[in-house]
């Protein structure tokens, strides 16, 4: 084989390589051995608190709020979330309230949760000429299973800091979500620090399409 022969089957590999490894990092991370899986989901509307000690870690007040909001909103809550901090300072970050729409899977007892109604709720509605929702008219949309890893999602960036944030997130508000834990090695030191990204992989409900 003559010397420009060799070249050129030298570059003809690289160039293969190249662009395989190109395509790799377009296609979707999916967990081993399954394929998308649909079911139809139904937006499951809730409040709740959530209080963050960061002893390794102080965030500004409009940095935690950020923070929380880009971890739910890629765990499947919609982007409507309201967050209201109160008591936030630059030494203590206070407590949140969170209003949140996320996915539940429309089984018949989410379902039934979502229309039936408690006598506050039913006068409240009367009174402002509102017209509460039945079981058939509750809105359904297809959802999946996603599996992410916060220590390698590209969107989340999350960083050796932010383990302590990850931690009580799920401890905290991960439970009222369509949230499962896969694999939990988060080891989040106030003394030593924190080494390494956060060591945690979920599977969250999240819609596929909004209408």
């Known amino acids: 084989m003559s010397i420009l022969s060799r070249v050129l089957c030298v570059t003809a590999v690289s160039l293969s390589v190249t662009l395989s490894s190109s395509a790799a990092a377009r296609t979707p991370e999916l967990p081993p051995g399954s394929a998308l899986q649909i079911v139809e989901a139904v937006w499951k509307v809730q409040s709740l608190t959530f209080a963050y000690r960061g002893y390794a870690t102080v965030?500004?007040?409009d940095a935690l709020l950020d923070r929380v909001r880009e971890i739910l909103q890629s765990l499947g809550a919609r982007d409507t979330m309201s967050i209201r901090s109160s008591g936030c300072s630059e030494m203590t970050p206070g407590r949140m309230d969170i209003t949140l729409e996320s996915p539940v899977e429309a089984t018949a007892e989410n379902i039934r949760a979502l229309a039936t109604y408690d006598a506050r709720r039913e006068l409240v509605a009367r009174v402002r000429n509102e017209q509460l929702i039945s079981a058939e008219d509750v809105q359904r949309f297809p959802a999946t299973w996603k599996t992410?890893?916060?220590?390698r999602d590209r969107q989340l960036k999350l960083g050796p800091s932010d383990c302590e944030l990850v931690d009580q997130l799920r401890r905290q508000v991960f439970?009222?979500?369509s949230i499962r834990v896969d694999y939990d090695r988060l080891r989040c030191s106030a003394v030593f620090g924190n080494i390494g990204q956060?060591?945690?992989?979920?599977a969250a409900l999240v819609a596929l399409t909004e209408e």
């Open 198 to 202: 956060p060591q945690l992989r979920v």
């Open 175 to 177: 439970p009222r979500m």
């Open 148 to 151: 992410i890893s916060m220590s």
């Open 59 to 61: 965030y500004s007040c």
